[in-house]
């Protein structure tokens, strides 16, 4: 009975699928319109494109198509092939699919004895989007999906919404979107092609990103090589690897923000906020080096310029910021005097070998004289402070007996020589000690400024990345 049915309401003589089902061509064909979001397979940043998995769900009226169930052993619903009626050209707007017409399954429809036309059809979606990936990876975007009619205008064709919104229900979950909402709106546009209105309904899917792949992935290795670059401030200025540790981090830095550009659309309207996040550490990681080669050029200026501190510089560096700091620094020798408001003696002394007549015995262990004593020389050391307190006598004897005259004259001419020498070796000493003072006096001072650097480094990198995160609308790691 329902094979006989289907063929007399499509007998050819009463039925054409190619015309429009009206019985005025003034009448308007009312389609009922509805979405059901099944699955999320795909959110391409890269080409804009999203792949979804929906389901269709379209009803219209078909005066033709109606019957009485008492007259076909109540009947009340038939299934007819697609091919068989008349479809609605309802098409997605902004397809990107070159295979639209295999992507959709097309089924069966279902006809009421009233003539009412139900199609249910199902297909996978590749739809254009303007991804936004300003707040990348706390981003919400919001892809559009149009439908409506590619020939029939609004005098021909009303399209309307079946619910108020799409449908959720049998929705998929996505690992790594999620569904905030399907929002619908019905449209009537005007477009170049024609004069007259077309209507379409607008889906709306708006979707946020689960954040919490890219933070472990990327945002918390870039911070950790951030710590790195910290780390090298530790190091002695003595290893030489404080400089290799900023190269290093730096490195690090660029791959990944070459993983990160890969993944993101070329676009120039907005900057991911990952990449301004990278660019921002890459930028500290940079200044990090540059203060560290700073810090490393002061600590050895003393070795190669001979100079000693700029007094100003000194004042600043030496008692000023240590205290700002919390250091405690041994100040170089010639401002202790200065910090401990007192005068020290110098630490400069000369010696001089004075020939002394004086016959004293000798003490504090010298040898003492014999009774021809009073013809050796004697040697006095004469301190240069300002007691100049005489010290003990050295006396230049042997423990040969009493030597000849030409072995007195010839003591008296080595003395001179003698004292040149210790003058000599004395300059050279306090040539040393001046030259270790001026390197000491630099190694304080690029140590102080490379803690100066520690603390400036770690204000800049938490209130750059404070802003940067303050920007995210979401920090959910849901």
């Known amino acids: 009975m329902e094979l006989k049915l289907i063929r007399t309401l499509l007998n050819s003589t009463i039925y054409d699928k190619s015309i429009r089902p009206a019985l005025d061509h003034r009448d308007v064909t009312n389609v009922s319109f509805d979405l059901s979001l099944a699955q999320l397979i795909d959110v391409d940043e890269k080409n804009q494109i999203i792949t979804t998995n929906q389901w269709l769900t379209m009803t219209w009226p078909d005066p033709k198509l109606r019957w009485s169930p008492l007259d076909w052993d109540n009947v009340s619903l038939v299934h007819i092939k697609y091919d068989k009626v008349w479809l609605p050209d309802i098409v997605l707007y902004n397809n990107a699919d070159n295979l639209a017409a295999l992507s959709q399954i097309s089924t069966n429809v279902m006809v009421s004895s009233e003539g009412i036309v139900t199609w249910l059809s199902t297909g996978i979606f590749r739809s254009s989007c303007s991804i936004d990936v300003r707040y990348f990876p706390f981003d919400e975007q919001n892809c559009t999906l149009k439908f409506a009619s590619w020939t029939y205008d609004s005098a021909r064709i009303d399209l309307s919404q079946k619910s108020p919104s799409g449908d959720l229900t049998n929705f998929m979950a996505n690992s790594e979107w999620e569904i905030v909402g399907l929002h619908v ?181 010298l040898l003492p004289l014999d009774e021809d004593s009073s013809e050796h020389e004697k040697l006095t050391v004469i301190s240069s402070d300002n007691n100049h307190k005489q010290s003990s006598p050295l006396v230049l004897r042997s423990h040969t007996p009493k030597p000849k005259s030409s072995e007195k004259n010839h003591f008296k001419a080595s003395i001179p020589y003698i004292y040149r020498f210790m003058e000599q070796n004395e300059r050279r000493c306090e040539q040393q000690e001046h030259n270790a003072t001026i390197g000491q006096e630099w190694q304080i001072l690029g140590r102080v400024i490379d803690r100066l650097f520690v603390v400036l480094f770690l204000i800049g990198t938490m209130l750059v990345f404070g802003f940067i995160f303050q920007q995210a609308p979401d920090l959910r790691l849901k």
């Open 185 to 365: 709106k019905k449209n009537v546009l005007k477009y170049s092609c024609c004069p007259e209105t077309f209507p379409d309904l607008t889906y709306t899917v708006q979707m946020r990103r689960r954040p919490l792949f890219y933070v472990f992935n990327m945002m918390l290795p870039c911070f950790l090589i951030t710590i790195v670059a910290f780390l090298g401030f530790c190091v002695p200025s003595d290893s030489g690897e404080k400089v290799s540790i900023g190269v290093t981090t730096l490195l690090s830095m660029t791959v990944f923000l070459m993983l990160v550009a890969d993944s993101m659309p070329p676009n120039s309207d907005s900057l991911p906020l990952i990449g301004v996040y990278y660019f921002s550490a890459i930028i500290i990681v940079s200044i990090a080096t540059a203060m560290s080669v700073a810090s490393l050029n002061l600590y050895h200026h003393g070795k190669h310029y001979l100079q000693p501190v700029p007094n100003w510089i000194s004042r600043l560096f030496f008692f000023i910021i240590p205290k700002l700091l919390f250091m405690n620094i041994d100040l170089p020798v010639r401002f202790q005097k200065e910090h401990n408001h007192t005068k020290l003696p110098s630490y400069k002394k000369q010696a001089k070998l004075t020939p002394t007549n004086h016959t004293e015995p000798s003490q504090n262990g």
